[in-house]
């Protein structure tokens, strides 16, 4: 879902051309898998369309290749710092660092618990990616609309389970 969302936001804000985006889990056996239905069911009532995504695995991915990289939890984070070398690169936030400050300290994971937590989870993705939008654009110094740059920045978001 948050691919999805900052995909989609990304187009809207006029950053399409700016950012290379991947996401995947730290845990790996749905890794290849289509997203849960209830995740492309709460993307849809916003537009924004992630059945074609495919998860994939953190350890699949050559991390230190990324710019950026955003978790949704705690566990998260320490789990990509321990996937990083040691050598600086890629930089790694939670995504509610970037959220104003009515969100949550943490986005939860709603694989266990109702549909409804779904739609509540991709509003908070929303407006993670609108502030991670923001500030990045902002650093570009892009406003919408304007020309996409010759080198794109490279982000990152993990998730615990490759399937979100």
């Known amino acids: 879902m948050a691919e999805g969302v900052f995909r989609h936001l990304s187009s809207q804000l006029g950053g399409a051309g700016f950012f290379e985006v991947e996401s995947a889990g730290t845990v790996c056996y ?20 992630i059945s074609r995504v495919r998860s994939q695995c953190i350890h699949d991915l050559d991390l230190n290749g990324f710019d950026l990289v955003f978790t949704m939890d705690h566990e998260n984070y320490r789990d990509v710092l321990d996937v990083l070398d040691d050598g600086g690169r890629p930089v790694v936030y939670m995504m509610t660092e970037f959220a ?6 943490e986005i939860e994971d709603p694989y266990y618990g109702p549909e409804e937590g779904f739609e509540s989870t991709l509003k908070r993705l929303i407006v993670c990616a609108e502030g991670i939008l923001s500030h990045l654009l902002a650093a570009q110094g892009s ?8 080198s794109p920045e490279t982000i990152q978001g993990g998730t615990r389970d490759a399937a979100r």
């Open 30 to 49: 749905q890794a290849g898998s289509f997203p849960d239905p209830r995740a492309v069911r709460a993307a849809g009532l916003h537009g924004i369309d």
């Open 100 to 105: 104003d400050e009515t969100a949550v300290e």
């Open 143 to 150: 406003v919408a609309g304007s020309e996409a740059c010759d």
